[in-house]
């Protein structure tokens, strides 16, 4: 299910982002220009009113920001990966270089759950988390993302 929703056009290297709130803009942004949402504005506003129930930052440079809402027409899986490190307020109060961003349809009750379950046990993971942390061509990260989704999915 998980490696369903990740394609390689659901990759972007961006380097003028410089805080958490514009990489969640340019998350919105990105997703309504791949046909993810209807609306960048309603998806971004999804995005923040969940950030700030609890931070997404993870841990080792990685967040994973998400939300169901209304807007999303296609369940994906987006990596962003930004040229500065951001400060994401993770649990071990890193600067973040990789977000995995996370669009479900409003309605899908336990999709969202399947599919942070599946990425939370892949970056456990330190050699799959270095790995997308040098990796730096959108190939690369593709490939490597995919494999370990698809390991992990049997």
């Known amino acids: 299910m ?16 410089k ?4 990489a969640l803009n ?9 046909g993810v949402v209807t609306s960048s504005k ?6 923040k009113k969940r950030e700030k129930e609890v931070t997404t930052g993870f841990k080792d440079g990685v ?4 939300c169901k809402h209304k807007t999303v027409i296609n369940p994906s ?4 990966k930004f040229s500065n ?4 307020e993770s649990m071990d109060g890193k600067g973040v270089h990789v ?3 996370l669009a479900i349809p409003d309605g899908k009750n336990n999709d969202h759950l399947k599919v942070l379950s599946t990425l939370s046990r892949a970056l456990i993971d330190e050699q799959f988390t270095q790995s997308i942390l040098t990796a730096d061509t959108e190939k690369d990260l593709y490939h490597i993302i995919q494999n370990k989704l698809e390991e992990l999915s049997n």
């Open 77 to 80: 899986l987006m990596l962003i």
């Open 63 to 66: 967040a994973i920001p998400h």
């Open 42 to 47: 309603s998806y971004y506003k999804g995005l």
């Open 2 to 17: 998980v490696h369903d929703m990740f394609h390689i056009n659901h990759i972007v290297f961006d380097s003028s982002v």
């Open 99 to 101: 977000a995995f961003a």
């Open 19 to 22: 805080t958490k709130d514009e």
């Open 26 to 34: 340019y998350i919105a942004v990105f997703a309504e220009k791949q």
């Open 85 to 88: 490190p951001i400060e994401w």
